[in-house]
């Protein structure tokens, strides 16, 4: 039975019952459609409704005439926001959007769930809802159990499609803008993400691909999208028996073509078009001659050539690489966008209308040549029949010209055809790229269609949209029903058949005989049909006769068909033509004969058989003219044939293409996604109810609500009932164990009529509206009771606090009056001490100042008194200091004016004596001169003569005196001969004087000599060092321009390296392309002139028509006809794929033969050898190329280290220089002191400082000599390294390379340098010391300056003679260098140019002989160099040999002294224990373990097979743990004992991999796992602790340091051990996680282990199929005791192998992240779990895991980061969300949180019974404080990355067991191997 429910808005039966005073309800407002009320007052049957609105306070009367009126009431609180639309207790259209627009702009939740259908809201934003964690979190989960999402309906189809082994669609419907295309794509990439192996696919990639090319070529702008979807979709999506995606199939439903043609204002054609056009700067498309698109009629129609955030030329590259992807060449490109082109320049030819009713095309119209020239059609033909038209008559064939308006549509006609057939190509080409290569076992499709549309004007399309969407609903509606009775069938109840709107009626009177589309294909066969015939015969038909089908009043031309949705009018103009699709046959024969292959392809008729030109027989000439009769029989079959073929019109093709879609949909389980848009304006979170009401009513989910509503909409389980109303049972009802049987006694006793509800298996089911009644029943309880409990409350707390007040007075008043009296006695007792108090103080007070005063006078007494005395005192000093002064001065004065005055009068007396003495002798002279001076001398000698006489008388006297006197002068003579002799002495020393004082001249002499010649050496020194540093910049310039040239011919060798490769690549590609090319036109040659064959026949049949024309010409009559009649071919503007055949291409091989077979096969393999060899040439290449790469580098390296030695030893020289010069000063400093008379301490300071160079000289001596042992232990080393391992290794290289490594800072040339100097420094100061001594006490200045002078002299002579030595060197050996390098370089040039001179082939032999060559000669040296290692060996051994039995001479005659392990001895093997000794016995101490396990070659694979592959962990039970690493690594120590590379090498690798083996056959094994863990770590810290290695043996005893490994570094496959390790610890944590993970959702989210109760049951009604017999109903009773003991079960195990405890908490972190990150995804996707209640229980939980962590010590700062945001978040839902205080608190407390997360938490969050609802503006008030964050793009996350993986490290843990002391049970069963 069919009803009209479209204007019911309320579904729920009417209970009077409940409109009481304050009930809340629904009434109709005219903006909002729907506003809340309530009711001021009770209502009584009969009488109007007085409702208060919470709009705006007002108060509305309702007039109620029958139930219908009744305003619907509002649903409960706890039901609001609800993620089902079905779980509402009040099932009716105000319930349905008020519940949408509290998800959607309070929540921000765009989906929401009605039963079985997604409701999708288009929020016009970009949400973080779809990342690929997004995928993660939904993936394996329940659909019931998360948040509504796309994710959650793809994955239940993939979920049925994996348990099932059945079939999926996935039906996206919706108006245009309301989200389709996305939602589709959303859900075929969760397809691709979780139907795809780990790594993406290619099948993956090529089927997300098809979405930007479908995008390109079939999406437009609309006014109500940017990226409208014109065309429907139905993609296939194909998986394997391994639920892979294996491929795709996409079928296409109602391209709008008149598109192409026409566009409304604001709107613009396919994006396709303008992509290109935004692209017309490129090279590749200068032929297609485009430009801007408001230059093309096609693309300027709409006006808005540019969409906001769309970049054409960026989508184009994107449809490119998408194309390229599903393996479309770029050649096949080109010719899509010259098609794509030339209908851009089809909008460009003008027709012109004649006279006559004719038209025609302007000659100087560019745009035709255009196009012809880019479809590679004749021109001329093409200008022919666009304006004109053929007809055939029996007789003749006849040219019409064509009206102007019939030749602009057939333009147009023509352009959509041949858009709409590439449309069709590309299809097929993608479904080519997509098909599987193997069988599917199942298939999702997901169909993307457009929904019922509704405009002012209706045509064609919109007509075939809604005949659609009707086809659509019934299907719908008829699976709602059914899955609706199935759950009633299953849970055995009784029922009533549900009444639903049947829209069969409406399609019987679209498709059934004399419906609309078989009238308008009757209209369309008539000639002259059009759309008013055909309107009236509708009229006649139906009117009347179908109440789904009406006239309008004011209309003749429009009908009305009464959709499910709506009334729609249709207007039947263009009906008629748009169903026949007219194209001009002329134009389709034009195309065909294309000279472009691609163009001809497009419109080949694909039914027409070809024939092969092979099998065709060849006719004489004659043969091929035919009679005037024969052409008109021919011609009439074709017409016949053609009029045949072609009655199919675009109607009838869309209802078969549609009767095949719904026989695909009904034979798959569908899920529906219903796209809703929420407003017109594209602004986010913007809602309309209007806009909303009126696609809910025409995508059915209102039809889904009132199905719902109809039966039972909502469900209970027994246990849920029995907790949710538990307060409305009686005492006697309860019965815990009787679930059932105490429900149905408290439902027969609440609600009456038994027809309200129903009991089934599991399940109470309830008729609308009686769950909110239930929810009133308890609320009205709840209220009396806690009314009564407050009541008693109260009078008990009032009560209580009258009797403590009481109380507390008498109590009061006693303690007052007491209180007064204390006082009062205080107060006396206190006055009178206060009296006493004031006499002794004041007494005391007054003596103290009186003190006080007194103390203060006598200091200040004091103070006057010593500071007068001190100022007469110093008066006094002062006084007679100025005395003394006075008379030292005075004295001083006299003094000087005394001596002043006496050398004045001395003065003055020898210039008057002198001046007297000349006067007396000028007198004396004058007188000499004259006579009387002679006189008077005469006179005078008679006077003397007596007074001689007189004399000689005395003398005679005196003579006796003088005898005396001799005596006296004998004595005086020895004396004078003594001051003779010390005259001579004193000669002696004059002379010595003189001597010393030429000396001193020479030595002055010399000293300016030897300051001259140290000026001249500093000059030199400075001049050598300026002509050094410019050699050296020089050299420098020169090295950096060799650099540079080496660097440019490297960048040169390489581009050139890079060329030759490219064009050797290049070659074997065109090789390669031109065989294949070869091979595909052999096997494609026969295919291709079948095709050129057709298209050559068909150009010969227009010529034939065309002169047939011209001969007719004379007789052809312009006959005035109507202009629709005649043949044509193709019906519609919109176009349709039907189910495409798979083409058969088995018959080639029969058709080409056996001997092209053959042909074929010896190409075949002639190719592959080819191949080969030239893969072959192109690795040797490469490696020649690295090579060479590499012997460059290293020279340029080596040449830069050199430079870079040079000047650190040119550095460290002036640093030694600087220090000497030091040391001279000091010297100096000395010296001078010594001259002024401190020779002593000059002799200690030359002393000490000889003492010192001693010493350092000693140092040195010590370096070199152990520079000199550590670098012949180490050549030794290396010799006996060479000898064991027998490899061929060149001596002299490794000489140079340990002199290089041994000098490789310099250190031995420093070393050497210094102690060169400090010797010459030694013997000058030796050599100048005697003299020294000698001198300073003479000439201590000289001396000293003489020391200093030659000191100086041999240090600079030293310095500037070993600056002279290493520049010359170090430029010689930067000659050479360079010299090499370009001599290297030269070579590698000539051998580059010979070769690129040569061709490939000559290239290859050229390069493989010079390599040969080069081989050669490096063996042979190689040869030479073993030879001569070889003897070194040899005598190596021979002086071993010698050294052994000397060592054992040595032991033999010290019998008493036995060797121990400690000792070197020991060590030594023993080379003679088999050899008899007949000397005398000797006896040996027990030997001790040395730790190693001996074993042979051969039982190295039953070892590995013994403690690896066939141990079970249960047999190291008891034992050390990581026994059997300790087994390996004593095995290793064997094989190091023995020094032999290749067993340890063997050993290491087969161990390796059969742990890897071992592991990954157990891998779902925690226990193997584990034990491999423990002992692949414990081999790894082996490895390291006997490495010998300083860092890791440090911690060893001495003993253990004896074990280390000796002959071999293992560091590579520690390295190896390592990553192996890192392996094994991801098992492991993937073990822990599969098995966790599982356990997480239930124990933490929704069990009760805290014991309390949630405030609703956790699904009110079951909304997935799939979750019959769900195994994760198997997890209810899930707890977090369970997580624990699963985790201490882990932790046991891991504690029995001797995990390490590090590794142990890294392992516990991991899972403990996993634990807080799937807690915090469902949580985050789960609404119901966002409450009060659930934050108290995650907390719970938390604390259970914490107190778990801290009994096992593994509870650290690292642990509680872990866990803090789950704490964060049960905080959050515990906190109080109303003030600004609580904003604050929120955003302090959750820092771990991000801002989406928070917010989502706070826009989920459900209040319990009677808390009120979050507000809008506090969470907005959240929002904004926390903008502040930095990280902005960690806050935009909404969900944690549940797979990240912790860094692991395995820190050092060394073992203290001594190998010795470990002893191998006989349970391992490897006997064959011995401990020595």
């Known amino acids: 039975m069919s009803i009209d429910w479209a204007f019911r808005f309320n579904y729920t039966p009417v209970d009077y019952r409940v409109y009481t005073k304050g009930a809340r309800v629904w009434v109709r407002d005219p903006d909002e459609v729907w506003i809340g009320g309530t009711l001021t007052k009770d209502y009584k049957p009969g009488g109007n409704i007085e409702v208060e609105l919470e709009e705006d306070g007002l108060e509305k009367t309702l007039k109620i005439k029958s139930k219908d009126d009744m305003p619907p009431l509002r649903n409960p609180e706890i039901l609001i926001g609800e993620n089902d639309l079905t779980s509402l207790s009040y099932l009716h259209e105000p319930a349905v959007l008020y519940n949408l627009n509290v998800r959607f702009i309070q929540n921000n939740a765009i989906y929401t769930y009605c039963g079985i259908v997604l ?14 964690d997004v995928i993660n979190a939904y993936h394996g989960q329940d659909m019931a159990g998360m948040d509504p999402h796309i994710f959650a309906v793809a994955e239940e189809a993939f979920k049925q499609l994996t348990r099932f082994e059945q079939d999926q669609s996935i039906i996206v419907s919706g108006e245009s803008g309301a989200g389709k295309t996305v939602s589709a794509k959303y859900a075929m990439r969760y397809f691709a993400t979780v139907g795809g192996s780990y790594e993406e696919t290619q099948v993956e990639k090529k089927v997300l691909a098809s979405n930007p090319i479908m995008e390109s070529i079939g999406n437009a702008k609309t006014t109500r999208n940017d990226n409208s979807s014109r065309f429907g979709k139905y993609v296939e999506i194909s998986f394997n028996k391994s639920h892979h995606i294996i491929g795709a199939h996409m079928r296409t439903y109602l391209l709008e073509k008149s598109r192409v043609v026409f566009q409304a204002s604001e709107e613009r054609n396919y994006h396709i078009f303008y992509q290109l056009c935004a692209s017309t700067d490129l090279p590749e498309f200068k032929e297609l001659q485009l430009g801007d698109p408001d230059a093309f009629f096609f693309t300027n129609q709409g006006e808005a050539p540019e969409v906001v955030g769309i970049n054409d030329r960026q989508q184009l590259e994107d449809t490119r690489d998408a194309f390229q992807l599903v393996g479309i060449s770029e ?67 006849l040219t019409k010209p064509l009206p102007y308006q019939h030749a602009l549509n057939g333009r147009d006609a023509l352009a959509k055809h041949i858009y709409a057939q590439l449309f069709k190509w590309i299809v097929k080409q993608v479904n080519k790229a997509l098909v599987p290569t193997i069988k599917a076992q199942n298939f999702i499709g997901v169909l993307d269609i457009y929904g019922f549309e509704m405009f002012d004007i209706n045509s064609f399309e919109q007509f075939c949209i809604n005949y659609a969407n009707e086809k659509l609903q019934q299907q719908f509606t008829q699976h709602v029903f059914k899955l609706e009775q199935e759950e009633y069938i299953r849970e055995k109840i009784e029922w009533n058949m549900i009444d639903f709107y049947d829209n069969q009626p409406c399609i019987d009177l679209i498709e059934n005989k004399l419906g609309i589309l078989d009238l308008l294909d009757e209209e369309c066969m008539v000639p002259k049909g059009n759309d008013d015939n055909w309107c009236q015969k509708l009229y006649s038909q139906h009117v009347k006769k179908s109440k789904h089908f009406s006239k309008p009043r004011t209309s003749n031309n429009s009908f009305v068909v009464h959709h499910f949705a709506d009334k729609v009018e249709y207007t039947a103009e263009g009906f008629v033509e748009k169903n026949r699709d007219n194209v001009n046959d002329e134009h389709l024969n034009i195309l065909r004969a294309s000279q472009y292959e691609f163009v001809a392809e497009l419109f080949r008729d694909k039914n027409a058989k070809v024939q092969d030109p092979k099998k065709a027989v060849v006719k004489p000439m004659a043969a091929a003219v035919r009679t005037q009769k024969q052409f008109k029989k021919s011609v009439g079959s074709q017409d016949k044939k053609s009029s045949k073929e072609m009655k199919k019109s675009v109607g009838s093709q869309f209802r078969d293409s549609l009767k095949i879609l719904m026989s695909k949909l009904n034979s798959t389980t569908p899920h529906y996604v219903r796209c809703i848009k929420p407003n017109d304006c594209k602004e986010p979170f913007s809602y309309e109810p209007k806009r909303a009401v009126e696609q809910l009513r025409a995508c059915g989910v209102l039809e889904t609500i009132r199905i719902s509503a109809a039966g039972f909409p909502s469900r209970w389980t027994y246990p849920e009932f029995f907790s949710r109303y538990r ?29 309200k509800y129903q009991f089934g298996k599991t399940k109470i089911f309830f008729r609308a509206g009686q769950v909110a009644y239930m929810e009133k029943l308890r609320a009205d309880l709840l209220k009396a009771a806690c009314i009564r409990m407050q009541k008693t409350v109260r009078g008990y707390l009032q009560r209580k606090r009258y009797n403590r007040m009481k109380a507390a007075a008498i109590v009061l008043q006693k303690h007052v009056r007491a209180m007064n009296a204390r006082r009062l006695t205080r107060f006396m007792r206190r006055t009178r001490a206060a009296i006493r108090l004031q006499k002794v103080w004041r007494r005391y007070h007054q003596r103290k100042a009186y003190l006080h005063i007194r103390r203060a006078i006598i200091t200040i007494q004091a103070f006057t008194r010593g500071t007068f005395g001190r100022r007469y005192y110093k008066e006094v000093l002062r006084q007679a200091r100025a005395t003394t002064i006075q008379r030292y001065t005075r004295g001083w004065l006299a003094r000087r004016s005394y001596q002043k005055t006496r050398k004045s009068i001395i003065l003055l007396q020898c210039c008057t004596r002198r001046m007297y003495a000349k006067k007396e002798l000028k007198r004396l002279k004058i007188e000499a001169k004259s006579v009387e001076h002679f006189k008077k001398l005469n006179r005078g000698m008679e006077n003397k003569i007596i007074e001689l006489q007189q004399k000689l008388n005395q003398q005679v006297k005196i003579s006796s005196q003088n005898k005396e006197k001799e005596e006296v002068i004998s004595k005086l003579e020895t004396k004078v001969k003594e001051m003779e002799t010390r005259e001579v002495e004193m000669d002696v020393l004059q002379k010595k004087t003189v001597v010393i004082e030429d000396e001193l001249t020479k030595i002055k002499r010399e000293l300016e000599e030897t300051r001259a010649e140290r000026d001249k050496l500093i000059l030199d020194m400075k001049a050598a060092q300026e002509q050094y540093q410019q050699e050296k910049d020089v050299l420098e310039a020169e090295s950096d321009k060799l650099r540079k040239d080496v660097l440019e011919k490297e960048n040169l060798l390489k581009e050139q390296d890079e060329k030759l490769e490219g064009e050797i690549k290049r070659q074997v590609e065109v090789g390669m392309a031109e065989l294949k090319k070869e091979l595909d036109d052999e096997r494609y040659n026969h295919q291709k002139l079948v095709q050129d064959y057709s298209r050559l026949e068909q150009r010969k049949q227009n010529l034939e028509d065309e002169i047939k024309t011209l001969e007719v010409q004379p007789m052809e009559r312009h006959v005035v006809m109507d202009a629709k009649e005649g043949s ?16 058969s291409v088995a018959t080639e091989i029969a058709e080409q033969g056996q001997e092209k077979a053959s042909m074929d096969m010896s190409i075949f393999l002639k190719l592959q050898r080819r191949l080969k060899d030239l893969e072959k040439d192109k690795k040797q290449l490469e490696q020649d190329l690295e090579k060479k790469d590499n012997v460059s580098k290293g020279r340029s390296d080596s040449l830069e280290n050199e430079l870079h030695n040079t000047n650190l030893q040119i550095q460290r020289l002036r640093e030694e220089n600087t220090k000497l010069k030091g040391e001279v000063d000091m010297y100096k400093e000395s010296l001078e002191k010594a001259t002024k008379g401190d020779t002593t301490q000059a002799i200690k300071v030359y002393n000490q400082q000889i003492e010192v160079l001693n010493l350092e000289n000693e140092k040195h001596r010590d370096e070199i000599i152990r520079l000199k042992s550590e670098h012949l232990t180490k050549q030794h080393k290396n010799s006996t390294e060479v000898e064991d391992a027998g490899t061929n290794t060149d001596r002299q290289l490794y000489i140079d390379q340990a002199a290089e490594d041994l000098n490789q800072d310099g250190d031995l040339e420093m070393a050497y340098q210094s102690l060169k100097m400090t010797n010459h420094l030694i013997t000058a100061l030796s050599a100048s010391q005697s003299s020294l001594h000698e001198t300073v006490h003479k000439y201590g200045d000289l001396a000293g300056t003489q020391n200093e002078l030659l000191i100086q002299k041999l240090i600079l002579e030293k310095e500037l003679q070993a600056q002279t030595k290493n520049h010359e060197h170090e430029v010689k050996q930067l000659k050479e260098e360079l010299k090499k390098v370009m001599k290297d370089n030269n070579r590698q040039q000539e051998i580059i140019g010979e070769n690129l001179k040569l061709k490939p082939e000559d290239r290859v032999n050229a390069i493989a002989q010079h390599e040969i060559t080069r081989l050669t000669t490096e063996n042979m040296d190689l040869m030479e160099q073993n030879e001569y290692l070889e003897k070194n060996v040899k005598k190596l051994k021979k002086q071993l040999k010698a050294a052994h039995k000397k060592l054992t001479s040595v032991g033999e005659l010290a019998p008493s002294i036995t060797p121990t392990t400690d000792s070197p001895v020991a060590l030594l093997p023993n080379h003679h224990e088999g050899t008899p000794n007949h000397g005398p016995a000797v006896r040996h101490k027990e030997r001790d373990l040395m730790g190693i396990i001996e074993y042979s070659p051969d039982d190295e694979p039953r070892l590995i097979k013994s403690i690896i592959l066939d141990f079970r962990p249960k047999m190291n039970d008891g034992y050390l743990p990581g026994l059997p690493a300790y087994i390996i690594f004593m095995c290793i120590r064997h094989a190091d004992y023995t020094n032999n590379d290749q067993k340890i090498k063997t050993l290491l690798t087969g161990v390796i991999n059969s742990i890897k083996k071992t592991v990954k056959k157990h ?53 190896v051990m390592n990553d192996l390790a890192v392996h094994i610890y991801q098992m492991l944590v993937r073990i822990i996680e599969n098995q966790v993970q599982q356990m997480i959702v239930p124990a933490m989210l929704e069990s009760d282990s805290a014991g309390l109760t949630a405030n609703k049951p956790t699904g009110m009604r079951g909304r997935s199929s799939s979750s019959v017999n769900n195994p994760q109903q198997e997890m209810r009773n899930v707890s977090i005791e369970s997580i624990i003991k699963q985790l201490s079960i882990y932790l046991a195990v891991m504690n029995s192998h001797g995990v390490d405890p590090q590794l142990i908490r890294q392992v516990m972190k991991q899972t403990f992240y996993l634990v807080t990150s799937t807690t915090i995804n469902n949580l985050l996707l789960r609404k119901e779990m966002c409450h009060w209640s659930k934050g108290v229980q995650i907390r719970y939980n938390l604390s259970e895991l914490e107190e778990w962590l801290r009994t096992n010590n593994m509870f650290d700062q690292g642990m509680e980061n872990i866990l803090e945001p789950l704490v964060q978040i049960a905080q959050l839902l515990q906190v109080k969300k109303r003030t600004d205080d609580d904003v604050k608190l929120i955003c302090d407390t959750c820092s771990m949180l991000t801002t989406t997360q928070i917010v989502k938490i706070l826009s989920l969050y459900t209040p319990d019974e009677y808390e009120s609802r979050t507000e809008m503006s506090f969470i907005r008030k959240v929002q904004h404080r926390l903008k502040n964050r930095s990280d902005m793009k960690r806050e935009a996350q909404l969900l944690i990355d549940s797979r990240h993986q912790i860094p692991v490290t395995f820190p050092y843990n060394p073992s203290s067991v001594l190998l010795n002391e470990i002893q191998i049970p006989a349970t391992f069963n490897i006997n064959y191997v011995q401990c020595i």
């Open 119 to 132: 409701v999708a809201i288009n929020p016009y934003e970009q949400l973080p809802l779809y990342g690929e």
């Open 331 to 397: 050649e096949t490109q080109m010719s899509i966008f010259r098609v794509v082109a030339a209908v851009l320049h089809f909008g460009n030819v003008e027709v012109k209308p004649e006279r006559g009713d004719n038209s025609s095309i302007e000659k100087e119209n560019e745009n035709i040549g255009i196009l012809c020239k880019l479809l590679g059609i004749d021109e001329s033909q093409m200008r022919k029949w666009l304006v004109n038209r053929k007809i055939v008559t029996v007789r003749e064939v």
């Open 727 to 755: 307060v409305l049972m009686l005492k006697k009802e309860i019965n815990k164990s009787n679930m059932r049987g105490t429900a149905e006694k408290i439902l027969n006793r609440l609600i009456t009529d038994p027809d």
């Open 1128 to 1143: 044509e071919s193709g019906y519609g503007t919109l176009s349709t794929t039907e189910s495409e055949d798979a083409e």
């Open 1563 to 1615: 891998f779902e094994e925690f226990e193997y796992v584990s034990f491999w863990l423990t002992n692949t770590c414990r081999l790894l810290h082996n490895l390291k602790q006997y490495s010998g290695e300083e860092n890791f043996s440090a911690q060893n005893s001495d003993f253990q340091n004896e074990h280390c490994l000796r002959n071999f570094d293992l560091s590579e496959y520690r390295r």
